[in-house]
């Protein structure tokens, strides 16, 4: 890339971050320093804020360059990431944005605890929703790896990891000065700007093909050297046995695992009541779903304009498809119109990553402090004040350990790595969260089963699939203790947690409080009683 490209899109970059920190700092001297303020803003937000805020957690770098690079890459099989993560919000709207933002106060945990034995309970799902998180970050970690070493001229490793290092500081600051509140404002400002620069890129592609969708569809068959095959299933998910029941797997991860999402679940309750909560899911649907819409054009438009072979030589997991288009669509690389254009595309997606982290690294540090820490401790007076303390140390623990996975899984597609998170997600969290709000019968044994009966399995299985060992791409390819034929575990270790959840509960010599589940079936279906 050219001195223009670098200079110009560091400036945008700088300013976002100006700006960001400008908030936070903000924030922070506004702040009261309760529990309430630091995990839930407040609860202050009005639907269509928070629905901007849930669009701007939830598309994240695996959307934005992940998943275009898939569609580059593999045409119509890239494209059911995007159906995946859209059909996703149906099962939030309908099972859990209402009950969870009654029936809890800050956390995944509030929900299950509420008529469990707390302290094993709260263990269990603050250990999952932090390993949740973490998986989820370093996906974040490696886009911005991978982003930052296309704007420098792929100066190579040294680049990507203090680029890593760069944003993991960064979501620190933002999590320990301003908590909830400035992080839901950087999401709304980051949801605005990548709505808008690919509203101009979708724009842009439909005016090259002059609105003629099929001649871009066969442009970019054409090019991929795949032909028609680009456009049907099978390209990557349709080879053998083994990668359909791992597209299976990869569906089942991505429809089920968004209500597991600690990130996502705590933005139920930065809103005053329960219909607030289902407004913002409503706002949240149209804003993401207009936005995969445009990713179809994003990503075909990049195997027509950019070719997959440029996208892959570029980045083999095709994670810089997008920026590569920007600079196409804006006349080349030598233009002005393609500098401004490949600057702006690059600064927005640095926003998307910056925005992102800062909400998961929040969800995060809140279970290690509300679940984790007090769970381990008794409960004494100006405990809330410790929490958030606790939380802030939190954040900076887990942004080390993000910053460590992130730099050894820099090879590989983001929207890959987000698929394995809800896998995680959806085996370890939805079991739990779904019986405890429908099933009178569920105990504590079940509960605790549940999460771990899911979690040990799903991560287990990822490390002994082809993710980490035994073929090229791997994260360690020279060896090979690779047992499991399928790269995304959803398929085995999501009934494996509804199973354990079911054998712990039926087993359990405890006798189910049928008055505290009376009073969280009214709590979840009024808000009666909700905080």
């Known amino acids: 890339m050219t001195g223009q490209h670098q200079t110009l899109a560091l400036l945008l970059f700088s300013a976002f971050v100006a700006v960001t920190l400008g908030i936070t700092t903000w924030v922070s001297r506004r702040r009261r320093g309760s529990a309430e303020e630091f995990y839930a803003g407040g609860r202050l937000f009005s639907p269509m804020e928070n629905g901007f805020a849930i669009a701007g957690d939830y598309m994240s770098a695996a959307s934005f360059l992940g998943i275009s690079g898939l569609i580059a890459l593999f045409g119509y099989d890239g494209l059911l990431y995007a159906v995946g993560f859209l059909v996703a919000w149906l099962v939030v709207l309908f099972l859990v944005a209402e009950l969870v933002r009654n029936c809890g106060r800050f956390t995944l945990a509030d929900v299950v605890a509420a008529r469990m034995s707390e302290r094993p309970v709260r263990i269990a799902a603050g250990t999952s929703s932090v390993t ?8 974040q970690m490696v ?3 991978s982003l930052v070493a296309l704007l420098l001229g792929r100066t190579g490793a ?21 908590g909830m509140r400035a992080t839901t404002w950087i999401q709304i400002v980051k949801a605005v700007l990548l709505l808008g620069g690919t ?44 990668s359909r029941f791992d597209f299976i797997s990869l569906g089942l991860a991505l429809v089920l695992g968004t209500a597991g999402l600690p990130h996502i679940l705590s ?34 438009g990049a195997a027509a304009i950019v070719g997959p072979e440029a996208v892959r030589d570029a980045n083999a997991a095709g994670n810089t498809a997008v920026p590569l288009l920007a600079l196409d669509l804006g006349g080349g690389a030598d233009s002005t119109g393609g500098t401004v254009l490949f600057a702006i595309v690059a600064a927005v997606a640095f926003a998307t990553i910056l925005a992102v982290v800062a909400g998961i690294t929040l969800a995060s540090s809140a279970s290690v402090a509300h679940d984790l820490y007090a769970s381990l401790r008794r409960r004494q007076r100006g405990e809330a004040r410790s929490e958030v303390t606790v939380a802030r140390v939190a954040a900076v623990g887990i942004g080390v350990i993000a910053i460590g996975l992130g730099l050894l899984a820099r090879d590989l597609n983001v929207a890959f790595l987000v698929g394995l998170a809800f896998a995680v997600a959806a085996s370890a969290n939805l079991p739990v969260l779904l019986y405890s709000l429908f099933w009178r019968g ?27 060992s035994g073929s090229p791409g791997s994260l360690f390819p020279a060896v090979d203790f690779q047992y499991f034929p399928l790269e995304n575990p959803g398929i085995v270790s999501i009934p494996l947690g509804f199973v354990a959840g079911w054998l712990g509960t039926v ?25």
Not at 270 to 299: E, N, Q
């Open 158 to 178: 040294a680049a990507q990891a203090w680029t890593v290092i760069g944003v993991g500081a960064l979501m620190v600051v933002y999590v320990s000065l301003g």
């Open 199 to 242: 509203i101009v890129l979708t724009v842009l592609v439909l005016l090259r093909f002059h609105g003629d969708l099929d001649r871009l569809l066969r442009t970019a068959a054409e090019r991929s050297g795949h032909g028609d095959a680009f456009l049907a299933p099978g390209l990557k998910y349709g080879g053998d046995w083994t």
């Open 132 to 139: 949740v998180s973490v998986l989820y970050l370093v996906a």
């Open 442 to 468: 569920f105990t504590t044994r079940g509960a605790v089963w549940a999460v771990y009966g899911g979690l040990v399995p799903a991560l287990g299985l990822v490390v002994l699939s082809p993710v980490v």
């Open 267 to 300: 933005r139920f309750y930065t809103v005053p009541t329960a219909r607030a909560a289902r407004r913002s899911v409503v706002w949240s649907i149209g804003l993401i779903g207009g936005f995969y819409l445009m990713t179809f054009v994003l990503g075909f």
């Open 143 to 145: 886009g911005a790896g």
């Open 507 to 531: 087993t359990s010599d405890e006798v189910p409080d049928e008055a505290k589940h009376a009073e969280t079936e009214v709590r979840s279906l009024t808000g009666a009683g909700a905080v």
